[in-house]
C-alpha cells in the first residue's frame, strides 16, 4: 500500500456531528487525493492536494474539506455528517502528476 | 453525470476461461485509461494501464483493448484463475495525469473453480 496509513478504518458517527478522516504516507509522495466509493458509482474524487497548503475540489467536494499542512498529512472533514456521507473513503497518493496512484485501505464511515 | 461507464456489474467466468469487461467513455479528452484491481476489505491497486497512441497493450493475462474511434476500452483476463477474483474498475483521466481519475461503476468477477 505503497506507505499509507488511514485512520481510523472504521467509524460510526451520529448526524450532524464533526468527523475527520486522516490519511498518513511515509513515501514523500507530493500528490494526495481522497475518493469515496459507493456502490454502482465507482470510486468519486472528493478533493486532492498538489502539495502542502494546495488543494483543490474534486467532482463530489460538498459538504467535504481537507487540509494538508505537512507533506505526509492529508486530513478530510465533514463538517456536519450526514447519512449520504456512509461511505468508504479511500486515500491515493502519487509522486508526481503522470506516474500510478496508489491507494489506501479505505477508512468505513457510518453516518446514523 | 457518468462519464465512464463499465459492464457488466458481474460477471461469473469457469476457471480457464476468457473474462472480458468493458468500458465506454464519453470525454474525447481522456488520455489515460488504467484499470484497478481491488480485493474485500483493500484499495484498489492498478493492474495494467494504456494511453490512446497505442490500441492494444499486453501484461501476462491481462490485456487492454483500446478502440479510440468508438470511446471504449476493455480489459481481458486470459486463464481465468480463482485468485483473480475481485473487483475490477475501469478509470479515465485527462492531461497525462495518472491520478484525478474518473472511475466506472466496477464489476464484481467471480472464478469458479
Known amino acids: 500500500d505503497a506507505g499509507i496509513t488511514q485512520s481510523p478504518r472504521h467509524k460510526v458517527t451520529e448526524t450532524g456531528t464533526p468527523v475527520t478522516l486522516r490519511c498518513h504516507q511515509t513515501?514523500?509522495?507530493?500528490?494526495m487525493y481522497w475518493y469515496r466509493q459507493d456502490p454502482g458509482h465507482g470510486l468519486r474524487l472528493i478533493h486532492y492536494?498538489?502539495?502542502?497548503?494546495?488543494?483543490d475540489k474534486g467532482e463530489v467536494s460538498d459538504g467535504y474539506s481537507v487540509s494538508r499542512s505537512k507533506t505526509e498529512d492529508f486530513l478530510l472533514t465533514l463538517e456536519s455528517a450526514t447519512s449520504s456521507q456512509t461511505s468508504v473513503y479511500f486515500c491515493?497518493?502519487?509522486?508526481?502528476?503522470?506516474?500510478?496512484?496508489?491507494f489506501g485501505q479505505g477508512t468505513r464511515l457510518t453516518v446514523v | 453525470q457518468q462519464q465512464v461507464k463499465q459492464s457488466p456489474q458481474s460477471l461469473i467466468v469457469q476457471k480457464g476461461g476468457i473474462s472480458i469487461i468493458n468500458c465506454a467513455y464519453e470525454?474525447?479528452?481522456?488520455?489515460?485509461f488504467p484499470w484497478y484491481q481491488q480485493f474485500p476489505g483493500k484499495g484498489p491497486a492498478l493492474l495494467i494501464a494504456?494511453?490512446?497512441?497505442?490500441s492494444e497493450k499486453k501484461e501476462g493475462r491481462f490485456t487492454i483493448s483500446f478502440n479510440k474511434s468508438a470511446k471504449q476500452f476493455s480489459l481481458h483476463i486470459m486463464d481465468s484463475q480463482p485468485g483473480d477474483s475481485a473487483t475490477y474498475f475501469c478509470?479515465?483521466?485527462?492531461?497525462?495525469?495518472?491520478?484525478?481519475?474518473?472511475f466506472g461503476q466496477g464489476t464484481r468477477l467471480t472464478i469458479n473453480p
Open positions: 494504456i494511453r490512446p497512441d497505442v
Open positions: 513515501e514523500n509522495h507530493r500528490y
Open positions: 492536494s498538489y502539495g502542502v497548503k494546495d488543494t
Open positions: 491515493a497518493t502519487g509522486q508526481s502528476r503522470n506516474t500510478e496512484a496508489f
Open positions: 478509470a479515465a483521466s485527462l492531461d497525462q495525469g495518472a491520478q484525478k481519475l474518473v
Open positions: 470525454n474525447t479528452a481522456f488520455d489515460y
